[in-house]
Structure formats: structure tokens, C-alpha cells
């Protein structure tokens, strides 16, 4: 177990830290921060929802920094599911958290654009940043009064709501079109990534392209740029790949490797995968 740079930095400077399992279940837990009479809470990326009793400590209230423009993605995995929909841009929300799932008021909005080569791992690294230089300017304002809440049905967009994710959300349906399938091996960098079953065993893919041409979903070829794999529209060329057991590597070098991975027909979604 590794301690978290928020942690890491708070034992530095000899500030507690409390790191309850739950807060619902745990009266001790709520009346500590209780005794400690904050004027303000502020959450990001917190595992846990908030109940009321917590809610109503602060003063100021609770201000959360969501890593969308909300009310879009409203949940665990807002950052994921913007690449996997292929959006442009994004952005993060500085709000007012009440009892529901990110349905608070907004205090401020920043937009952010999503990259073609975006990973999960490098908008988190800019939108934590832009997150963190709208909440220190927010705060101020919320403090002095100069900022008024803005109830999320009058935002721009429709409320919508992604989960969290899990292993098996990174298995491929080679059915679905190679642009999607390209954009799961970016949402899912670095966990759970996308892979798919060779052999019997699990070969992740860690960075892919779009080809043009049809083939047969799942099916494995021999193009010029390296191996691809036929889905549902179009051929998904394989850059990096990750075979059971091995380290990264070029899917070139995979295939000096083994050339009997030409003409393999890898498995769609959870077929049980072939030996």
C-alpha cells in the first residue's frame, strides 16, 4: 500500500488525515469532522457520496470538482466515457454538492478539448490541473459572495450519467466499429484497458488506428502498417499490444514473434475464448 500524494503531502506539513470506509456507517467518523467546525468542504475524486449529516456542517457547503460539464456525466467515470463518445471537448464543473449523484448546483465551468490521442491518463493530467486553478479562483469568489449557484437545468445539455467502471467493460466486441474499438484502447488506458483472448489467454491492445477496408469481425491480417483486425466498420491496425505474461510491444515485433497470429479469429465480447 502506497500512500497518496494528497496524503503524503498533508503527513509533511503534520495535517491529519482521516481516511474512513464509510460515512454513512460511521457516526465517529462525522463527528470528527464535526468537532473540527470547517467553514467549507471541498471533494475531488472521493469514493464516497456525501450523506446529509455532512452536508449540513460547512458553513459554506460542500464544493465538489467534476471532472465534466455537468449535467453530462454525471458519476465515477466521467473522464472514460468522454473518449469513449468520442466527444471533443469536455471540461470541469466547481459545484454546490446536495444528496443526489452530481446533480448540485454549478458555481463555475471550464471547457477542455479532447485530443485524438488522448488517453484517459492525459486529460486526467490537464483537466486535475484546470480543476484545481477554477477551484482556488471559485473558492474566493464563493466566500465573498460573488458567485451565485446555477441550478443545472438551466445549464447547457442534456443530463446524462456514466458508471464505474469494470474489468469487463475493457473486453472488445470486434462487432462494434473499429473507431469505437480505437477509442476503448485511450478510455481504458491505464486500467482496465481493452483486450481481447488469444489463445486462451488474455492480449491486451494498448494503442490501435482506424483502417479503412472490410473483413470479418475479429479476424486477423496482414496489412502493410502491421496486423489488423476486421469489426463491424472497417479494420482496427494494431500499434501496441500486451500478449499474456510479456511486456508492451510493438504488434510489428509481436508478429516476428508469432506469425500465427495471421488468420487467428479472436473472440467477440464474452464468447468463451478458444484454446
Known amino acids: 500500500m502506497v500512500s497518496s500524494p494528497v496524503k503524503q503531502m498533508a503527513m509533511t506539513f503534520g495535517l491529519p488525515v482521516l481516511q474512513p470506509t464509510s460515512l454513512r456507517k460511521d457516526p465517529s467518523a462525522v ?3 464535526r468537532s473540527l467546525a470547517p467553514d467549507l468542504i471541498v471533494v475531488a475524486a472521493y469514493g464516497l457520496i456525501l450523506p446529509a449529516s455532512v452536508l449540513e456542517i460547512p458553513t459554506f457547503g460542500c464544493v465538489n470538482v467534476h471532472a465534466s460539464l455537468l449535467p453530462a456525466y454525471r458519476g465515477a467515470s466521467p473522464i472514460a466515457a468522454a473518449i469513449l463518445d468520442g466527444l471533443t471537448q469536455t471540461g470541469v464543473t466547481i459545484m454546490l454538492m446536495d444528496e443526489g449523484l452530481d446533480t448540485g448546483p454549478a458555481l463555475r465551468q471550464a471547457t477542455q478539448p479532447i485530443y485524438p490521442n488522448d488517453t484517459s491518463v492525459t486529460l486526467s493530467e490537464r ?5 484545481a486553478e477554477l477551484l482556488v479562483e471559485t473558492l474566493a469568489d464563493w466566500l465573498q459572495g460573488s458567485v451565485a449557484p446555477i441550478d443545472q437545468a438551466l445549464l447547457p445539455g ?17 462487432n462494434k466499429p473499429a473507431a469505437y474499438i480505437e477509442r476503448m484502447t485511450r478510455a481504458y488506458t491505464p486500467w482496465p484497458t481493452a483486450y481481447t483472448y488469444w489463445k486462451g489467454e488474455p492480449f491486451k491492445i494498448l494503442s490501435a488506428a482506424v483502417l479503412e477496408g472490410e473483413s470479418s469481425p475479429g479476424r486477423v491480417e496482414r496489412t502493410p502498417e502491421g496486423p489488423a483486425v476486421g ?15 510479456k511486456r508492451p510491444m510493438e504488434a510489428r515485433s509481436f508478429l516476428n514473434g508469432a506469425p500465427d497470429f495471421i488468420g487467428t479469429i479472436l473472440p467477440s465480447g464474452l464468447e468463451t475464448p478458444s484454446n
Open 127 to 131: 483537466l486535475a490541473q484546470q480543476g
Open 31 to 33: 463527528e470528527t469532522l
Open 231 to 245: 469489426t463491424g466498420k472497417g479494420r482496427l491496425l494494431l500499434r501496441t499490444v500486451q500478449p499474456a505474461g
Open 158 to 174: 442534456e443530463p446524462s450519467s456514466c458508471q464505474q467502471i469494470k474489468k469487463e467493460d475493457g473486453l472488445i466486441d470486434w
